[in-house]
């Protein structure tokens, strides 16, 4: 009898360690796949989004290149910005881990195009005011969507404010010259290219993360570019 009473504790206390290990091994195979999950949803290209004309902000030997296709008039642009843009910056290029550009896409219309005809004029004429004219242009979204509110005038006096010795002549003419406009399509043409929907959108090198705010996202990729 004690010999039963032993061999069935042994085949108890085999079934407990082999119950644990599928436990264990269920519990590893769900961690793995929720941590592929973050990304399953970001689409990968063959290249990059190219720079070159690009205002860029950061170390140029850096690995990895962030790039957000915004618009001046997007509500979630200047939302981004504000949130995930500072994290951004501080642990990526203000490291020199990483690169920033933005790139101008045109989904409100006249507004959208008169904010990026300023920004390139700016990035001519004045390219170490052009990140603070560029953050400017957000700060002065108004919370009403609706209105017209990016404007010449408005775009002027945000360069005015930040660069007091500022020719306005010689900005209102260079946001009319064919220069800016050719820049601006090259934007739209890399808007095309990348079959950018929504702004924002976010890409790091060729990968474009499917939720610009998921920033345990985007920080994976940007982990897996470092590698």
Same mark, same amino acid.
């Given at each position: 009898?004690?010999?039963?009473?032993?061999?069935?504790?042994?085949?108890?206390?085999?079934?407990?360690?082999?119950?644990?290990?599928?436990?264990?091994v269920?519990?590893?195979?769900?961690?793995?796949?929720?941590?592929?999950?973050?990304?399953?949803?970001?689409?990968?290209f063959?290249?990059?989004?190219?720079?070159?004309?690009?205002?860029?902000?950061?170390?140029?030997?850096?690995?990895?290149?962030?790039?957000?296709?915004?618009?001046?008039?997007?509500?979630?642009c200047?939302?981004?910005? +504000?949130? %995930?843009w500072? $994290?951004?910056?501080?642990?990526?290029? #203000?490291?020199?881990? =990483?690169? &920033?550009?933005?790139?101008? *896409?045109?989904f409100?219309?006249?507004?959208?195009?008169?904010?990026?005809?300023?920004? +390139?004029? %700016?990035?001519? $004429?004045?390219?170490?005011?052009?990140? #603070?004219?560029?953050? =400017?242009? &957000?700060?002065?979204?108004? *919370?009403?969507?609706?209105?017209?509110?990016?404007?010449?005038?408005?775009?002027?006096?945000?360069?005015?404010?930040?660069?007091?010795?500022?020719?306005?002549?010689?900005?209102?003419?260079?946001?009319?010259?064919?220069?800016?406009s050719?820049?601006?399509?090259?934007?739209?043409?890399?808007?095309?290219?990348?079959?950018?929907r929504?702004?924002?959108?976010?890409?790091?090198?060729?990968?474009?993360?499917?939720?610009?705010?998921?920033?345990?996202s985007?920080?994976?990729?940007?982990?897996?570019?470092?590698?």
């Open positions: 009898m004690a010999s039963n009473s032993r061999a069935r504790k042994g085949g108890s206390r085999y079934f407990v360690i082999y119950t644990a290990i599928i436990i264990i269920a519990v590893g195979l769900f961690v793995i796949n929720q941590q592929s999950g973050k990304n399953e949803g970001n689409k990968s063959e290249s990059a989004p190219s720079t070159v004309a690009q205002p860029v902000m950061g170390e140029a030997e850096a690995k990895v290149s962030i790039v957000e296709f915004g618009d001046y008039k997007c509500p979630s200047k939302t981004w910005g +504000e949130t %995930v500072p $994290l951004l910056k501080a642990e990526y290029v #203000d490291s020199g881990l =990483a690169t &920033f550009s933005y790139i101008n *896409t045109l409100h219309g006249e507004e959208s195009r008169i904010g990026a005809l300023a920004s +390139e004029a %700016v990035l001519k $004429l004045y390219p170490d005011q052009f990140w #603070d004219f560029h953050k =400017a242009l &957000f700060d002065a979204q108004p *919370t009403g969507h609706d209105g017209a509110w990016l404007t010449e005038e408005l775009v002027l006096e945000t360069a005015k404010a930040l660069v007091p010795e500022l020719d306005e002549a010689q900005l209102k003419e260079t946001m009319a010259a064919e220069e800016a050719s820049l601006v399509n090259l934007d739209t043409t890399l808007v095309n290219q990348f079959n950018v929504f702004t924002p959108t976010i890409m790091i090198n060729d990968v474009q993360i499917e939720n610009p705010f998921d920033l345990e985007i920080r994976a990729a940007i982990a897996q570019e470092l590698e």
